[in-house]
């Protein structure tokens, strides 16, 4: 979940009108001042049990390294349709993700992939941070993709500014999303369900494909088979 705080700032004081009175206008400003100490108090405790639970994702993380094509299954598993059909090569080669919520009082958080070696993309390490200065203005610094030839050229060019697409989001300079296509916006989708438990949806894209766990991972040639479920 993120920590994210909705600011009394951000609401404004109560507006002003000859018809409401100041000792109203200041009730509502105790209001607001409330609502604002509450969400500091929550990220405080968001950021204390998200320490806690740091050590099990670690540990969750280096078991699913040895489960071959976890994450391209994973990512294809999703029902929001989280990979672009052009990317699914790409995508292929995730060897790990990680998602590093909350990393400041304001919600912040940083998303890397690293991927294997592969024919396509120059960098193997990408790594996502969108910054959040308030509860309405962000700073994102997105990663950079660097294609080998000609495929990788291709790739990037079919996922840019799409929102169902893990490199396209990636590689994007927006940050969280603020509008009603969130449902399939990779970076809201890893955040609020996929990264707190991958494993359903890596069982069912095997269970679609007939294959047994550790086998059947996605590959440039299971494009039309994966396109009928997780991907677009």
Known sequence: ASGRASSASAAGAPPSSPMLSQALRDAQLELHLIDERCAQEQIAIQLKFDAQRRPYFEKRRELLRRIPGFWPAALCGHPARLV????????????????????????????????SENPLFKQRRLVKRVTFLDSLTETVS????????????????AVRGQGGSVLGWMTSPSGASQSDVASSDFGDVLRRDLWQDPIPYFLAYQERQGAAPGRGEPT?????????????
């Open 142 to 157: 997105a990663a950079q993709l660097v294609a080998i030839g000609s495929a990788g050229q291709a790739v990037l060019a």
């Open 84 to 115: 672009h059909a052009s990317e699914l090569a790409a995508v292929a080669y995730i060897e790990d993700l990680d998602l590093r919520e909350n990393i400041d009082a304001k919600g912040s958080f940083e998303v890397r992939l690293q991927l």
């Open 220 to 232: 440039a040639s299971a494009g039309s088979a994966a396109s009928g479920g997780g991907t677009r």
